[in-house]
C-alpha cells in the first residue's frame, strides 16, 4: 500500500508575506479591537487606524491562515465620518476603540452590530432594531475607573492597559471618565509624592474608584494581594489629595492576577458606601457594587421599560446584581423577585430596597439562577411572573435557564445584553420553542468603544406584541 502525498496546491501558500505593501478598501471595524476591515489578494486584512469607507496603504505584519494583519502606511482618502480622537492615547490605550469615529456614525455601526449579531448567528430576521439611543455628550460618562498601578520606575505611576496586552500606559487624565474620577487621576499622581499619603502604594496592584453625579461623592478601593499594613495609616493622607471621597477600602485577596478586586474588603477611612440616585430610585454603591457604569444610561432605560409597564404587576429578574433594576420595577408598585448568584449583591440589593422603601415589595434570593429556577419556589415565582427580566453577563444566559422560563410559559421575556452574539444565540433558542422578538432597542452605554448594551422583548404569540 502506497502512502499519498499532499501536493502543494492542497494547501496553497498565502498570497500575502509579511512586509508587502498592499491597498485595502476598508468596509467595517472590528467592535472589540477597533481595527478596520478590508481585503488584499482574496484574503481578509486587519488594520487600526482607517474607518469604513476610507482606502489605505497598509505594510502586512503578519499572515494567519484565513486573515492578515498589517499596520498603516497611508491613508488615501478621509471619510466624511473621520474626526479627530480627544484623547493623547488613544490608539495605545485599550479603553476605547472608535474615538476617530463621529458619534452619530458610531451609533449607526452599533446597530449594524446588533442587527447582523441576531440575522447572522441567531437566524433572527424579523426583529426590529432601532438605532441605538445615545448620549448628548458621549464623553465624561463613566462613573468608574480601575487604574493599573506600575511600580516599574520606583515611585508608582498610574494608567490602563494598552490594548491587547498588559503593558501599562501611564495617563495624567482620562476624558471618559466623570470630572471628579478625572480629578482623581491627577489627586493620585499627587498622593504618591507627597510623604504622608505615599506609603498607602507600597503594594497596591489596582486603585478602583467610583463617582456619584447626584451625590458628586466618591468611593476609592486600593487592591492588594494580602491585607495591607501600609493602606490604613496613611489613608486619610490619600482622601485628603481626592476631593468628594467618603471612604477608602483596602480591597485584597484577587480571585486571579486579572482580577482589579479583590473578594475581601476592610473600610480604612470614612465609609465605604456613596450615594447615588438614577430618576427617583436612590442607591448606596460601593467600588466593588454590581452597578453599571452609565448612570445616564441606566436612566434611558428606565423610560423605555416605564413605556412598557402597564398591566405589570409581578417580575422577576434575573442575574439581578445589586438590584438596579429590580428597585426601579418596584418603585412602579410592582411586585419584584430578584435571582442573584454572589451573596454581597443580594445584600446590597436588600439593604437599598430598605433606603428605598420599597421592602414590601421585594424579595431578593441568593443562588444560581438556573438552579433556583429548578426549586419549587423558582417554579411558582415563574409560574405567576407577568415578565422576566434578565440582565446576564456578557457570557449570556444557560439553557436550564432559558429551558425554565420555555416551561413556564412566561408572557413576556424583557433581555437585556452587553454582549450581541450571546444575545442572538439565546434568542434562537426561544424562538425556537416559541417566542417572537418584537423591539430590539439598543442602548449606547459606552460611547466611544465598540460595546453596545441592546434590549431585546419578546413575547408569546398568545399574548400579542408589546
Same mark, same amino acid.
Given at each position: 500500500?502506497?502512502?499519498?502525498?499532499?501536493?502543494?496546491?492542497?494547501?496553497?501558500?498565502?498570497?500575502?508575506?509579511?512586509?508587502?505593501?498592499?491597498?485595502?478598501?476598508?468596509?467595517?471595524?472590528?467592535?472589540?479591537?477597533?481595527?478596520?476591515?478590508?481585503?488584499?489578494?482574496?484574503?481578509?486584512?486587519?488594520?487600526?487606524? $482607517?474607518?469604513?469607507?476610507?482606502?489605505?496603504?497598509?505594510?502586512?505584519?503578519?499572515?494567519?491562515?484565513?486573515?492578515?494583519?498589517?499596520?498603516?502606511?497611508?491613508?488615501?482618502?478621509?471619510?466624511?465620518?473621520?474626526?479627530?480622537?480627544?484623547?493623547?492615547?488613544? @490608539?495605545?490605550?485599550? @479603553?476605547?476603540?472608535?474615538?476617530?469615529?463621529?458619534?452619530?456614525?458610531?451609533?449607526?455601526?452599533?446597530?449594524?452590530?446588533?442587527?447582523?449579531?441576531?440575522?447572522?448567528?441567531?437566524?433572527?430576521?424579523?426583529?426590529?432594531?432601532?438605532?441605538?439611543?445615545?448620549?448628548?455628550? $458621549?464623553?465624561?460618562?463613566?462613573?468608574?475607573?480601575?487604574?493599573?498601578?506600575?511600580?516599574?520606575?520606583?515611585?508608582?505611576?498610574?494608567?490602563? #492597559?494598552?490594548?491587547?496586552?498588559?503593558?501599562?500606559?501611564?495617563?495624567?487624565?482620562?476624558?471618559?471618565?466623570?470630572?471628579?474620577?478625572?480629578? +482623581?487621576?491627577?489627586?493620585? +499622581?499627587?498622593?504618591?509624592?507627597?510623604?504622608?499619603?505615599?506609603?498607602?502604594?507600597?503594594?497596591?496592584?489596582?486603585?478602583?474608584?467610583?463617582?456619584?453625579?447626584?451625590?458628586?461623592?466618591?468611593?476609592?478601593?486600593? /487592591?492588594?494581594?494580602?491585607?495591607? $499594613?501600609?493602606?490604613?495609616?496613611?489613608?486619610?493622607?490619600?482622601?485628603? +489629595?481626592?476631593?468628594?471621597?467618603?471612604?477608602?477600602?483596602?480591597?485584597?485577596?484577587?480571585?486571579?492576577?486579572?482580577?482589579?478586586?479583590?473578594?475581601?474588603? /476592610?473600610?480604612?477611612?470614612?465609609?465605604?458606601?456613596?450615594?447615588?440616585?438614577? =430618576?427617583?430610585?436612590?442607591?448606596?454603591?460601593?467600588?466593588?457594587?454590581?452597578?453599571?457604569?452609565?448612570?445616564?444610561?441606566? %436612566?434611558?432605560?428606565?423610560?423605555?421599560?416605564?413605556?412598557?409597564?402597564?398591566?405589570?404587576?409581578?417580575?422577576?429578574?434575573? #442575574?439581578?446584581?445589586?438590584?438596579?433594576?429590580?428597585?426601579?420595577?418596584?418603585?412602579?408598585?410592582?411586585?419584584?423577585? %430578584?435571582?442573584?448568584?454572589?451573596?454581597?449583591?443580594?445584600?446590597?440589593?436588600?439593604?437599598?430596597?430598605?433606603?428605598?422603601?420599597?421592602?414590601?415589595?421585594?424579595?431578593?434570593?441568593?443562588?444560581?439562577?438556573?438552579? /433556583?429556577?429548578?426549586?419549587?419556589? %423558582?417554579?411558582?415565582?415563574?409560574?405567576?411572573?407577568?415578565?422576566?427580566?434578565?440582565? $446576564?453577563?456578557?457570557? %449570556?444566559?444557560?439553557?436550564?435557564?432559558?429551558?425554565?422560563?420555555?416551561?413556564?410559559?412566561?408572557?413576556?421575556?424583557?433581555?437585556?445584553?452587553?454582549?450581541?452574539?450571546?444575545?442572538?444565540?439565546?434568542?434562537?433558542?426561544?424562538?425556537?420553542?416559541?417566542?417572537?422578538?418584537?423591539?430590539?432597542?439598543?442602548? =449606547?452605554?459606552?460611547?466611544?468603544?465598540?460595546?453596545?448594551?441592546?434590549?431585546?422583548?419578546?413575547?408569546?404569540?398568545?399574548?400579542?406584541?408589546?
Amino acid at each position: 500500500m502506497t502512502r499519498s502525498r499532499l501536493s502543494a496546491a492542497t494547501f496553497p501558500a498565502p498570497a500575502l508575506r509579511p512586509g508587502d505593501v498592499v491597498e485595502i478598501e476598508c468596509t467595517d471595524l472590528i467592535a472589540k479591537t477597533g481595527q478596520a476591515v478590508g481585503r488584499a489578494d482574496g484574503m481578509v486584512v486587519y488594520v487600526l487606524g $482607517p474607518i469604513p469607507g476610507e482606502r489605505a496603504r497598509v505594510r502586512i505584519e503578519a499572515v494567519k491562515a484565513k486573515y492578515a494583519v498589517g499596520e498603516l502606511v497611508e491613508l488615501l482618502n478621509e471619510s466624511s465620518e473621520r474626526v479627530e480622537p480627544f484623547c493623547p492615547v488613544f @490608539g495605545i490605550c485599550g @479603553g476605547c476603540q472608535v474615538q476617530h469615529l463621529a458619534y452619530p456614525a458610531q451609533l449607526r455601526w452599533k446597530r449594524e452590530l446588533v442587527a447582523n449579531a441576531l440575522q447572522r448567528l441567531g437566524g433572527i430576521k424579523d426583529a426590529r432594531v432601532a438605532v441605538p439611543i445615545g448620549m448628548d455628550e $458621549p464623553r465624561a460618562y463613566r462613573n468608574k475607573m480601575a487604574l493599573v498601578v506600575d511600580h516599574s520606575d520606583g515611585m508608582p505611576t498610574f494608567g490602563f #492597559y494598552a490594548a491587547r496586552s498588559h503593558e501599562v500606559v501611564p495617563v495624567e487624565a482620562c476624558p471618559v471618565v466623570m470630572p471628579q474620577l478625572d480629578r +482623581h487621576i491627577a489627586g493620585l +499622581h499627587e498622593a504618591a509624592r507627597d510623604p504622608a499619603s505615599a506609603p498607602a502604594f507600597a503594594d497596591v496592584l489596582h486603585v478602583v474608584a467610583r463617582a456619584a453625579r447626584v451625590s458628586e461623592e466618591g468611593v476609592v478601593s486600593l /487592591t492588594t494581594r494580602r491585607p495591607s $499594613p501600609h493602606v490604613s495609616p496613611a489613608a486619610a493622607a490619600l482622601a485628603a +489629595h481626592l476631593p468628594g471621597v467618603v471612604g477608602i477600602t483596602n480591597s485584597y485577596e484577587p480571585s486571579s492576577e486579572n482580577a482589579v478586586m479583590g473578594r475581601r474588603q /476592610t473600610t480604612v477611612f470614612g465609609r465605604a458606601e456613596m450615594r447615588e440616585a438614577i =430618576d427617583e430610585v436612590q442607591f448606596r454603591v460601593s467600588p466593588a457594587s454590581f452597578f453599571q457604569v452609565n448612570s445616564e444610561m441606566v %436612566g434611558r432605560i428606565f423610560a423605555f421599560l416605564r413605556e412598557r409597564l402597564t398591566g405589570i404587576e409581578n417580575v422577576i429578574d434575573l #442575574y439581578c446584581g445589586a438590584g438596579t433594576f429590580a428597585l426601579f420595577f418596584a418603585k412602579q408598585g410592582i411586585h419584584v423577585v %430578584g435571582i442573584e448568584e454572589n451573596p454581597n449583591a443580594v445584600r446590597e440589593a436588600k439593604a437599598n430596597a430598605e433606603l428605598n422603601l420599597v421592602a414590601e415589595r421585594t424579595t431578593f434570593l441568593a443562588g444560581r439562577v438556573d438552579a /433556583t429556577l429548578r426549586t419549587k419556589r %423558582g417554579a411558582e415565582t415563574l409560574a405567576a411572573a407577568d415578565v422576566v427580566f434578565l440582565d $446576564p453577563p456578557r457570557k %449570556g444566559s444557560d439553557e436550564p435557564t432559558l429551558a425554565a422560563l420555555v416551561r413556564a410559559r412566561v408572557p413576556r421575556i424583557w433581555y437585556l445584553s452587553c454582549n450581541p452574539a450571546t444575545l442572538a444565540r439565546d434568542l434562537a433558542y426561544l424562538v425556537a420553542d416559541g417566542y417572537r422578538v418584537g423591539d430590539v432597542q439598543p442602548f =449606547d452605554m459606552f460611547p466611544q468603544t465598540g460595546h453596545i448594551e441592546a434590549l431585546a422583548i419578546l413575547h408569546r404569540p398568545e399574548e400579542g406584541a408589546d
